[in-house]
Nanobody
Framework: VQLQASGGGLVQAGGSLRLSCVAS????????MGWFRQAPGKEREFAAA????????YYDDAVKGRFTISRDKANNTAWLQMNSLKPEDTAIYYC???????????????????WGQGTLVTVSS
């Protein structure tokens, strides 16, 4: 499976961006997708996740109420709508896909089997 993330850019504080992640290859066994982010000098951390079948969503407290994750199963695509962006949201955003068995913690990096290349989001104050 390959993942292609896009949609990052430079935006002023309070603005919005919509990230996309398209999966290709053996996607029929997709279980869930997560968005993680890595700020300069920091570890990659959880932002949001969605289960592929039921569309159950999970959010980190730092983004809850501002970010919305969604997916289109037919087109193997997930989005992260980011509103009310803050300078502290500045990071490289990565999408991860889980294709192995169910029963996992969607908020941890090791839950995901493959990753996209990342897309840079910069929020200016």
């Amino acid at each position: 499976v390959q993942l292609q993330a896009s949609g990052g850019g430079l935006v002023q504080a309070g603005g919005s961006l919509r990230l996309s992640c398209v999966a290709s290859g053996r996607t029929f066994s997709s279980i869930g997708m997560g968005w993680f982010r890595q700020a300069p000098g920091k570890e990659r951390e959880f932002a949001a996740a969605i289960t592929w079948s039921g569309g159950i969503t999970y959010y980190d407290d730092a983004v809850k109420g501002r970010f919305t994750i969604s997916r289109d199963k037919a087109n193997n695509t997930a989005w992260l709508q980011m509103n009310s962006l803050k300078p502290e949201d500045t990071a490289i955003y990565y999408c991860g896909l889980r294709v192995s068995r169910t029963g996992y913690n969607p908020t941890i990096r090791d839950a995901y089997d493959c990753w996209g290349q990342g897309t840079l989001v910069t929020v200016s104050s």
